[in-house]
């Protein structure tokens, strides 16, 4: 049991480590290497979160298929190839030393926050019950929207046009993972383990959109929207704030703890990661770039 926990681990470690020293070097070409340049921001335009989507996903595209990527598409293609052979026994592992250490894998929330609307109770807040729970709820985009509303009040009480860059970046950033996810996932229709009917889940390509809607666990497991989210989070902070050293092996470490959890509870399979890293990266990197900075000046 423990063997597998600990295999686990390692598959993760090597999927991320990789995948984002190769993307480091394709996508910050422009940055002196070795050097933290100070960064000069103008305010973000209103509304420039959407208004820059079509751009975004144009330089997604050309990143993602330029010369200088194939080795992050091999990377990507090949361990997501390699996993998902082995996404049941992984699976089966991880619940088994889960079950061993007494990590209970059930999605458990309580409301703390709430009201009724009508005949309607509106959640503003669950608490989770259980640590599991903890480590899966970091990974929903709340944690991100939490991020970005704090950077946006920072900006805006100190003003600081880098606080306000970076909560518009996120939140272009988003939007382009979320769509580009949900887009794949109804694309490819693969069941997420708590619901799998056959080993490793099903693949059911171009579900139809009512039946999809009807049963999404059974269609939305790849890939992974909340890795992605995290992702692209951990991007866009870790370039506007080059300084803080810390911010990449924070994120990188609550990304293996959020994926293991999604793992014990039945939510992912193993192979649904890679490609959602990529996806993460890539239009963290495309929304940082997109936005100008000068050198020789610094956003106080």
């Known amino acids: ?61 050309k990143e993602t298929f330029r010369s200088k990527s194939i080795p992050a598409l091999s990377v990507i293609t090949l361990s997501t190839l390699l996993l998902i052979p082995v996404d049941q026994p992984i ?29 309607l109770d509106v959640d503003v807040y669950d608490m989770p019950q259980n640590l599991n729970t903890v480590f899966y709820s970091v990974g929903e985009g709340s944690t991100s929207m939490l991020i970005c509303a704090g950077l946006y009040l920072h900006g805006k009480i100190k003003h600081s046009n880098r606080s306000l860059q970076a909560s518009s970046q996120l939140l272009q950033s988003l939007l382009g993972v979320g769509i580009t996810t949900q887009f794949i996932k109804r694309i490819s229709g693969r069941e997420s383990p708590f619901v ?8 059911s390509p171009f579900t139809h959109p009512a039946t999809y809607q009807s049963k999404v666990p059974s269609y939305d497991a790849f890939p992974s929207g909340h890795l992605a989210t995290m992702m692209a989070t951990t991007t866009v902070l870790s370039l506007n704030y080059p300084e803080k050293k810390w911010i990449r092996p924070v994120g990188y470490g609550l990304m293996t703890l959020v994926s293991f959890a999604m793992v014990n509870n ?23 770039r997109m936005n100008k900075w000068v050198k020789g000046e610094i956003d106080k």
């Open 91 to 119: 699976n089966d592992g991880v619940n088994n030393f889960s079950r061993s250490i007494g990590l209970n894998p059930d999605r458990a929330y309580k409301t703390l926050i709430g009201f009724n609307l009508g005949n």
């Open 196 to 203: 799998a009917t056959t080993s490793g889940g099903r693949w």
């Open 1 to 61: 049991m423990l063997r597998e926990a600990l295999k686990y681990i390692f598959i993760l470690l090597v999927i991320i480590l990789p995948e984002n020293v190769v993307g480091q070097r394709a996508s910050l070409d422009s940055l002196e290497k070795g050097k933290v340049i100070p960064l000069a921001y103008a305010p973000p335009k209103k509304f420039s979160f959407i208004t820059s989507l079509p751009k975004t996903f144009g330089s997604a595209a």
């Open 266 to 288: 039945g939510v992912h399979w193993t192979s649904d990661y890679p490609l959602a890293l990529g996806i993460g990266y890539v239009f963290g990197a495309v929304t940082f």
